[in-house]
């Protein structure tokens, strides 16, 4: 039988979307074609998402392997311009991709409330987790905690910090390997990151302490894992605050310098959900896909080669629960649901005063 979470988190918190992911510069998709492996497409899979292509490619490989006439395109796109993509290309009636799988839980949400999503059950739709699934429209498939990492070599005679008054403390008593050395997302143009300090704010009403001491050390902010995980592995940076787990996970494995560590206190959690859109050129394709992912073999994949926890219970459970990071057994979690919650804080007015919140918190007045 297929266990269930707990319902852990029956309401949102006051004020957290992703639409920052919105601010960040444009680029041009990333494209990639994984040819079919029979040497001869019969249908070709068209899949937008936000997650790297090197991280997609083992899904698209195991997927192929049972429907070797697919041939898959695949986009990797910025959340905001996937959401935009999929709106624009309905909207102009020439069809947009086959399956949708992004980390901007909101602007997924959105594009399903708003008719862009089709609803689709397959096999595993009825022991889904209730938070993880609206409508039978959008589907969480990853349990990605916010985590710390650390560099290990700066913390031989202590321990890192578990716990947010911990990261205060040794901000405290070590002031000279703290100033510079802590980095963070930049919640002005990261998604998750501003999604991760709405989710703060409204779980720890001390954060605001917290962000005020980071910023007495100088935090370094940046938008993507990436700069954070090669500043941490190299020194440059001793402590990286609310990173993205999955990342963290993987960075870690390949860089024996680096640490993680999920928050005792209490542990956010997101997901990155997936969607098949109304207008796809090939909805039987995506929602095979979907079906693929949501399965126990794509549920494994996800969890133990792609490190990305897996929202399947029965699945993590079996290894480990946290797709290679520590046990999540006795923690805190709060996992945010995917639900049309989200669509009351897609508002700018709000993000802005967040935004103004934290910028004036960092700088001290």
């Known amino acids: ?28 998709a990333e494209v990639t074609e994984f040819p079919a492996l029979s040497g001869h497409a019969l249908r070709h899979l068209v899949i937008y998402s936000s997650l790297d292509t090197d991280l997609a490619a083992p899904l698209i490989a195991a997927y192929q392997a049972q429907a070797p006439d697919v041939a ?8 905001g311009e996937l959401h935009d993509r999929i709106v624009a290309e309905t909207k102009a009636g020439k069809g947009t991709a086959d399956f949708a799988f992004s980390s901007a839980m909101d602007l997924q949400v959105k594009l399903a409330n708003d008719g862009y999503a089709r609803a689709v059950i397959t096999a595993d739709t009825p022991d889904w987790p209730d938070w993880a699934n609206w409508r039978d429209t959008a589907y969480a498939l990853t349990f990605e905690p916010a985590v710390f990492a650390y560099h290990k070599p700066s913390f031989t005679d202590h321990p890192p910090p578990a716990t947010r008054a911990d990261l205060m403390r040794w901000m ?13 997302y930049d919640i002005s143009r990261s998604g998750v990151g501003y999604l991760f300090l709405a989710r703060d704010q409204d779980l720890y009403p001390q954060i605001w302490s917290v962000v005020a001491a980071m910023g007495r050390s100088h935090v370094q902010q940046y938008p993507t894992s990436g700069e ?14 609310n990173l993205l787990g999955s990342y ?23 997901s990155r959900v997936a969607l098949v859109p109304e207008a796809a050129r090939d909805r039987d394709l995506g929602t095979d896909f979907l079906a693929f992912l949501m399965s126990p073999p794509g549920q494994k994949l996800l969890s133990e080669e792609l490190r990305l926890p897996a929202v399947s219970l ?7 629960p946290a797709g290679g990071m520590q046990d999540l057994s006795g923690l ?15 508002d700018q007015a709000t993000r802005q005063r967040l935004i103004a919140r934290w910028n004036t918190a960092l700088s001290g007045r």
């Open 332 to 346: 805190r979690l709060k996992p945010v649901p995917v639900s049309p919650g989200l669509l009351a804080y897609l």
């Open 172 to 184: 405290s008593e070590h002031p000279e390997q703290a100033e510079g050395r802590i980095g963070t």
């Open 72 to 79: 898959v395109r695949y986009e990797d796109l910025l959340t």
């Open 228 to 241: 954070l995980l090669q500043r941490i592995s190299d020194g440059r940076l001793a402590v990286g605050y």
């Open 314 to 320: 029965e699945v993590a459970g079996r290894t480990s």
């Open 1 to 28: 039988m297929r266990l269930r979470f707990p319902p852990l988190c029956p309401a949102l918190p006051a004020a957290f979307a992703l639409l920052a992911s919105l601010a960040l510069p444009a680029r041009a």
């Open 248 to 270: 963290v996970a993987e960075w870690a494995r390949q860089h024996p310098d680096v640490g993680l560590i999920l928050p005792r206190d209490f542990t956010v959690v997101v």
